[in-house]
C-alpha cells in the first residue's frame, strides 16, 4: 500500500511539473513549436496552450469528432487509427512518438477529425487550440513552411504503404513496418536495435493489414533467420541486413 502510495505521490508531482514547462525552455527538441517558433511567440504560447496528461489506453482523439485544435506530444507513444464505416474493426494508421503532431488530418473542409488516437503508454500533450495554432501559422514563417513539409512527408509515406500493402508479401509488410519502427522508436545496443513500444501479435497484425495466422507466420520465419527476436511483447532487430533482405524478398 505504502508502494502504490508513493507512486501516486511521483505521478502526481510529475504531472504538476509538466504543467509548469515553458514552451522557451522546453526540453523537448524535436517540437514544432521549440524548433520553428520564435522566441516572442513561445513565450505567448506559454501562457495560452494547456497541458494534458493522459494514462495508458486513454483516448486522444475520437473519429468523427469536432476539430478542437492542434496536440503536440511532450512525452508518450500514440496509436493513430481508423475505423471502417461499420465500425466492426479499426486499422492503425501510425504510432507517434515524442515530438509529434496530432489532430493535423482534421483540418480541411469539414472540420471533423478522419482518425482516432489512444495512448500505448502515459502520454504528456500540450494542445492549441484553432485560433492559437492559426495564428501560430500566420507569426512564424519557418513552422508553416515545415508543417506544410510534414503535411507532404505524410502524403508520400501513405502513397508507399498503398503500394507495398497492395503488391508485397506479408512478410515484406511486416519487414517494412519494423524498419520503420526501428527508426522512430529504436534504441541500439552493440548491434541489435530494441524497438520501444508494446508490440503484441495483434498489432503487428493490424499494423500490416493481414490475418493473424499470416503474422506469426511471418514473425516465426524472421526469428528463424535470426533476424529479430520477439519475447515479452517486444521485438528487438538482431541483424539488420537479414530484415531489409526480408523487406526485399518475394
Not at 481508423?82 to 493535423?104: C, F, N, T, Y
Not at 482516432?116 to 492559426?134: G, H, I, M, P
Not at 495564428?135 to 508507399?160: G, W
Request: net charge positive; glycine share 2%; proline share 1%.
Amino acid at each position: 500500500m505504502r508502494k502504490r502510495t508513493t507512486i501516486k505521490k511521483n505521478l502526481s508531482k510529475e504531472i504538476d511539473e509538466f504543467k509548469t514547462v515553458n514552451c522557451s525552455n522546453c526540453e523537448q527538441r524535436s517540437c514544432f513549436i521549440n524548433r520553428f517558433c520564435s522566441i516572442q511567440w513561445k513565450s505567448y504560447l506559454s501562457k495560452n496552450k494547456s497541458t494534458q496528461f493522459y494514462r495508458k489506453n486513454q483516448t486522444i482523439i475520437f473519429q468523427d469528432s469536432s476539430v478542437r485544435g492542434i496536440h503536440f506530444i511532450y512525452s508518450g507513444d500514440v496509436q493513430v487509427f481508423k475505423k471502417s464505416p461499420d465500425s466492426s474493426q479499426s486499422r492503425i494508421l501510425r504510432i507517434a512518438k515524442s515530438g509529434d503532431i496530432l489532430g493535423h488530418r482534421g483540418y480541411g473542409e469539414n472540420l471533423k477529425y478522419p482518425i482516432s488516437a489512444s495512448t500505448l503508454r502515459d502520454t504528456y500533450v500540450c494542445f492549441l487550440d484553432t485560433k492559437n495554432f492559426y495564428d501560430t501559422m500566420k507569426n512564424n514563417p519557418d513552422f508553416s513552411i515545415n508543417l506544410a513539409l510534414f503535411y507532404a512527408d505524410e502524403l508520400r509515406k501513405a502513397d508507399n504503404k498503398f503500394f507495398y500493402f497492395t503488391s508485397m508479401t506479408v512478410k515484406q509488410r511486416l519487414a517494412l513496418i519494423l524498419l520503420d519502427l526501428a527508426k522512430s522508436h529504436g534504441t541500439k545496443k552493440n548491434d541489435t536495435t530494441k524497438i520501444d513500444l508494446f508490440l503484441s501479435r495483434q498489432i503487428l497484425m493490424n499494423l500490416t493489414a493481414t490475418t493473424y495466422e499470416s503474422t506469426v507466420r511471418a514473425i516465426r520465419e524472421m526469428i528463424t533467420t535470426k533476424a529479430i527476436s520477439f519475447s515479452d511483447h517486444t521485438v528487438t532487430i538482431l541483424d539488420m541486413k537479414k530484415l531489409t533482405l526480408h523487406a526485399q524478398e518475394a
